[in-house]
């Protein structure tokens, strides 16, 4: 049930005290012995909050080491990019990891303004660097220091390897055990140099003028110029703030930033649909603000938001107000492969995870594009994207990239900054705004109805649920449809969901474990309506409990 304030301004009672944030970061110990203090990598990094020591100085520098330890063995020798959002706890962790990979002899680069990094810039950094390469002396890797959307009292840390886009679960899994391991033995083992000495030793690179100059490669902005698109950028108080001024000075197109504010605790955000704060760009109650800005200044077509590290987009029209993610996801496939990108390869395919909309199945269908579908997690599309075999890859969350105008990688994590300047490529091209189109291809393919709700799940159900067979699934019909699939491995690359995905002729629902709460996550669509969608869900709980049970 959404919170009564949600879509309204934060009071100074619902405010992090950053002050006492940061003390916790330095004051407060983990408890090695307890799973919830200790560092686990999730689909993006570690995350958590000083306050509940589970994002504190010791869990970087071990993660940190852990980290240096990591690239040692796979013989990753060459420079390492490091970013940081505008979260309180990022320039403490930020500072805290500069001094043990200067500790430990990391040619380490961060900003040259000394400025905040998108998470996108790092991992064009990175593939800028390697030049093509994923092997051999001399290769580059980065950490981004951000919990992305996450509320402001929580801290995160993520490890970009030399492929440019966020480590996998091989990779992860050793850091993390490292980390821990360095945790429970009182961070002996750890080098540190005290931070004066590291900053002095760190370099310089232009992170958001390599990463602004090129953007001409990968999204048409002399057609955003020439149609004299009116664009109003929200960074939402995050780490793209400098870059979209930049942007609209550099490229001469007719943009303009909303909210240029950085302040950690983000008192200028409307609270989100759980009355907390959280930067989520794709959540119509923390895009409140926006969405009213647009309808009551004319003299704009659209609004974008980003993130706090601006890997997610969030997509605002004068016709519809903000844009769910699945719907621009299905008009961005249909204008990039539908003609917009002549020079890709015939072979490049459509990536999507298995729980965003079927409208881009039928999209990819109408345009007879291949379509893969691979769990959860951005890490899937990283392969194809590199070697230029995806067009495409997105996320029902609001996270995608894309190639560059050649057919050649342009990021291999999400990039919420493309993704909005895309939005405005195709109303410069179309005269249409994105979910004018979007309105064409329902007209085209049928109207789904789609929704995530969660269900209550203790510690060992949430296991065995990430463990399901697909033999464990008796029912053979779902909300009065035959079902004609129970799927347990992605249908794209045969790996493991971590959960249960069943489909019908005109439905489907998936179940999967969340990775910080008591709870599962249903996520379920239906062509046939609302109420369809309604049974589809109904009935999703008992097929899992069932066969849970």
Not at 204 to 231: C, M, Q
Not at 295 to 315: S, V
Not at 514 to 525: F, L, N
Request: proline share 7%; charged share 20%.
């Amino acid at each position: 049930m959404a919170d009564p304030r949600a879509g309204t301004l934060a009071t100074p009672a619902d405010l992090v005290d950053v002050p006492h944030l940061v003390a916790s970061y330095y004051n407060l110990q983990p408890d090695p012995e307890d799973p919830a203090q200790q560092v686990v990598f999730g689909t993006s990094g570690h995350r958590g909050s000083s306050l509940r020591s589970a994002f504190n100085e010791t869990h970087i520098l071990a993660t940190t080491q852990a980290i240096v330890d990591y690239r040692t063995s796979q013989g990753i020798d060459g420079p390492l990019f490091i970013g940081r959002d505008t979260h309180g706890l990022s320039e403490p962790a930020w500072a805290s990891a500069l001094e043990v990979l200067v500790a430990n002899d990391v040619r380490v680069l961060v900003d040259d303004r000394d400025g905040y990094t998108p998470t996108p810039a790092v991992s064009h950094a990175i593939l800028r660097a390697n030049a093509g390469r994923l092997s051999g002396p001399g290769l580059a890797d980065g950490i981004v220091v951000t919990p992305s959307h996450n509320p402001p009292s929580d801290g995160g840390f993520k490890y970009n390897p030399p492929h440019g886009g966020p480590a996998d679960s091989d990779a992860t899994k050793v850091i993390a055990a490292r980390a821990n391991e360095l945790i429970r033995a009182g961070l002996a083992g750890v080098k540190r140099v005290p931070f004066a000495a590291a900053r002095r030793k760190a370099e310089a690179y232009d992170f958001l003028g390599s990463y602004v100059d090129d953007l001409p490669n990968v999204v048409d902005l002399t057609a955003i110029r020439d149609a004299g698109v009116r664009i109003a950028a929200d960074p939402l108080g995050g780490a793209s703030v400098a870059y979209w001024g930049e942007i609209a000075e550099r490229h001469k197109i007719n943009l303009n930033v909303v909210n240029e504010l950085v302040d950690p605790t983000w008192r200028f955000m409307p609270l989100d649909w759980d009355g907390k704060i959280r930067m989520d760009c794709s959540s119509p109650s923390a895009m409140a603000e926006l969405v009213r800005f647009l309808e009551n200044t004319p003299e704009f077509d659209i609004a974008t938001g980003n993130d706090a590290d601006a890997d997610r987009h969030g997509i605002v029209t004068r016709d519809a107000g903000l844009m769910n993610p699945n719907h621009f996801l299905a008009v961005a496939i249909d204008h990039l492969f539908g003609g917009a990108r002549p020079d890709w390869p015939a072979t490049a395919r459509i990536g999507k995870t298995l729980v965003s909309s079927s409208m881009i199945d039928r999209v990819a269908g109408a345009i007879e594009k291949p379509l893969v579908e691979v769990p959860v997690g951005f890490k899937w599309f990283v392969p194809g994207l590199i070697d230029g075999s995806f067009g495409f890859g997105g996320e029902e969350s609001a996270g995608a990239s894309f190639l560059r105008f050649d057919g050649t990688v342009w990021t291999t994590d999400k990039d919420g900054i493309i993704l909005s300047l895309l939005a405005s490529e195709i109303l410069a091209h179309t005269g249409k705004s994105p979910s004018e189109r979007y309105a064409e291809l329902v007209a085209a393919h049928g109207e789904p109805a789609y929704a995530r709700i969660d269900a209550p799940a203790s510690r060992e159900e949430k296991a065995k649920l990430a463990a399901l067979s697909p033999d464990a699934v008796t029912a053979t019909s779902l909300a009065g449809e035959e079902i004609t699939a129970k799927l347990t491995e992605a249908p794209g690359n045969g790996a493991a969901i971590g959960g249960l995905k069943v489909t019908t002729e005109s439905a489907w629902f998936a179940a999967r474990p969340s990775g910080t709460e008591d709870v599962y996550k249903i996520y379920a669509e239906s062509f046939r309506g609302p109420d369809h969608l309604a049974e589809v869900q109904e009935e999703a709980r008992a097929v899992v409990s069932t066969a849970l049970a």
